[in-house]
């Protein structure tokens, strides 16, 4: 993605932020407040097609998509930082307060700048809801009570070889890519942590899906229905799309 694209979709993404609590505020009753929103955070192994399940889901629920790339330019870029945390509503600013100063009370977790903006950042995105959210330890960040947590794994053997499909390249060049991403993905958290989670306990996650044995409309499929269940559940009020 160009500057330009990147530039135009960061805008098309803080536009529909800005309306986003508008329109949830005018579709509920006025003796009540909107329902808590919900949000999908995304985990994956490398060479999990994390990307296209991620796509399949914004598509089916018209969630918008924030990814490494977006995160990190919004937590990096001032204007746009502010402009994020200012379209959150005043109504869950108390929330997102809440649990950043818990976040930040605990010894292990990172006090640089760029955590506490990033983190900041998948606060707000999360107070807005209604999103997938890939990667950068949104499941470790985001209540689980306003949360789905998902993670995608796979054999190494087969990992190697969708990473070999998808780039064009030797097995060798393969593997060693699938582990530079994956023991990256572990540094990212233990830097932004300080501790050294281990990504893959099942304990962590709400759901684990083996991408071995589903298709990317598969996984989708069942993504958003434990979100329907989590729903019904009674642990957020509200509806999901019909996809």
């Given at each position: ?21 508008e329109?949830r ?15 999908i955070?995304?985990s ?7 990307t ?63 955590a ?39 054999p190494?053997?087969?990992?190697i070889?969708?990473?070999s ?36 306990d ?30 019904i ?11």
């Amino acid at each position: 993605m160009d500057q330009a694209s990147r530039e135009q979709r960061l805008a098309e993404i803080l536009t529909h932020l800005s309306q986003h609590w508008e329109t949830r505020g005018k579709t509920a009753p006025e003796d009540r407040s909107p329902p808590d929103p919900f949000t999908i955070a995304l985990s994956r192994q490398a060479g999990t097609q994390g990307t296209a399940v991620a796509r399949e889901l914004g598509s089916r629920l018209g969630w918008p998509i924030y990814d490494r790339e977006l995160l990190e330019q919004i937590a990096h870029d001032m204007k746009l930082h502010t402009s994020l945390l200012e379209s959150v509503d005043e109504r869950r600013v108390p929330w997102m307060e809440g649990v950043f100063e818990n976040l930040m009370g605990v010894p292990y977790v990172s006090d640089s700048a760029y955590a506490r903006h990033l983190i900041k950042t998948i606060l707000a995105l999360g107070a807005h809801g209604e999103c997938v959210i890939v990667g950068r330890g949104a499941s470790f960040i985001l209540p689980a009570a306003t949360t789905l947590r998902v993670l995608l794994v796979a054999p190494l053997s087969d990992r190697i070889a969708t990473k070999s499909r998808a780039l064009g390249i030797g097995r060798q060049e393969a593997e060693h890519r699938v582990e530079t991403v994956d023991r990256e993905r572990r540094q990212f958290i233990r830097g932004v942590f300080a501790k050294n989670l281990d990504l893959t306990d099942n304990v962590l996650y709400d759901l684990v899906l083996n991408v071995s044995r589903f298709s990317v409309a598969a996984c989708a499929q069942v993504i958003i229905e434990a979100l329907r269940q989590q729903q019904i559940s009674g642990a957020v009020k509200g509806k999901v799309p019909t996809p």
